[in-house]
């Protein structure tokens, strides 16, 4: 399975690119520079390049799922918030209907679907990502949504907390994101659903079994 | 018939409101500060004290007509070009349906329906409003969506060029599309209806006749 990684270059991208790997799957890195190119050569990993912000329809040749882990992240400027995380996802998501592309995971964010609630630091970032999600949830793709808690560049441990709403504030590791994002890929029954995810103690190939 | 205008205290705003009387409607001015009331009090303009930002559902109550007149503008912060022009008037759509009121008027931008052809400066601007026109088009509500190009202080003079696509440059005095929004309220044939807008030379109710 060809998986074309959105954002691969970014900091839970680097990630997915090789848990996509370690999971039997074809990642595919697309990446906006040449310089981010020989990254991925080393490691011998297949790139396209393709900017967000321009025309990225190249990139869906050949795909077979598409995950979405770019970000402006939420301490860009808020307009690139609205062009890259709102715009460009939602054009992503149109790309892969128009290619035939049923599989599609977004890398969301905690309480992007309650916008109201969040910092008010943050309450455009998660309005966008809330309404990027939103599209994806009325497109008929086959999409899951992961909305982790606060990202950290501890090592991965494999253990996750999931659930639909989680009312607490907490954290996890950006490889175990990455991890649960390239094994929901293959989770039949977790198409269509969305759900928060924070470090926990259970594996992650357990958490999603039921 | 009573028309709510969201934003009546804005540039484009409080000459809606005085268009809206002059049509022989009854304008609720929605305003966000109490120090923003006395002006209205003067003109013998009804007023609802209500936050964009909060909720503002109570504003909705008696309301025969929505004119969407709000904006943070292209000048403010991106992250108030998601919260208020793009998620408040996602939320007063959903307040209208909800309160069975179907006549909602949205003071959109030029090119907000083709936002890739926008300045590079306003391109986040544009997604917003083209994001929240989109999806006004998606409800059942009787829309009319105006989009006019650059904003002029000078005094209206009464005559406009509407088209569905306007490929040219142009302005528009703010008192001329308050004249619009006013006047389409009661044009049934415009319902469902979007258009480009800027200054010409034929009167609005010719305009609009066809």
Do not use: C, W
Not at 90 to 113: N, P
Not at 171 to 195: C, Q
Request: no cysteine.
């Amino acid at each position: 399975m060809n998986v074309l990684i959105i954002g691969a270059h970014g900091q839970v991208g680097k990630h997915v690119v090789e848990k996509v790997k370690d999971y039997g799957h074809n990642p595919v890195a697309m990446v906006r520079d040449t310089d981010q190119v020989p990254y991925f050569e080393e490691r011998n990993v297949q790139t396209v390049l393709a900017d967000l912000q321009g025309d990225f329809r190249h990139a869906f040749y050949g795909i077979d799922a598409v995950i979405f882990a770019a970000g402006s992240g939420p301490h860009t400027g808020a307009d690139k918030t609205i062009i890259i995380d709102q715009e460009a996802a939602i054009k992503s998501m149109e790309l892969a209907k128009e290619f035939g592309i049923k599989r599609y995971v977004m890398l969301s964010a905690i309480a992007a679907d309650r916008p109201e609630i969040g910092p008010s630091a943050l309450k455009h970032y998660l309005y966008a990502k809330g309404r990027a999600d939103e599209y994806l949830r009325h497109t008929d793709l086959d999409y899951t949504i992961v909305r982790p808690g606060g990202l950290t560049n501890d090592a991965g441990n494999g253990k996750v907390y999931a659930s639909e709403t989680i009312n607490q504030r907490g954290t996890i590791p950006r490889e175990d994101v990455a991890s649960v994002l390239a094994h929901v890929l293959t989770v039949p029954h977790l198409e269509g659903k969305s759900f928060d995810l924070l470090s926990g103690d259970q594996k992650i190939e357990e958490v999603f079994a039921k």
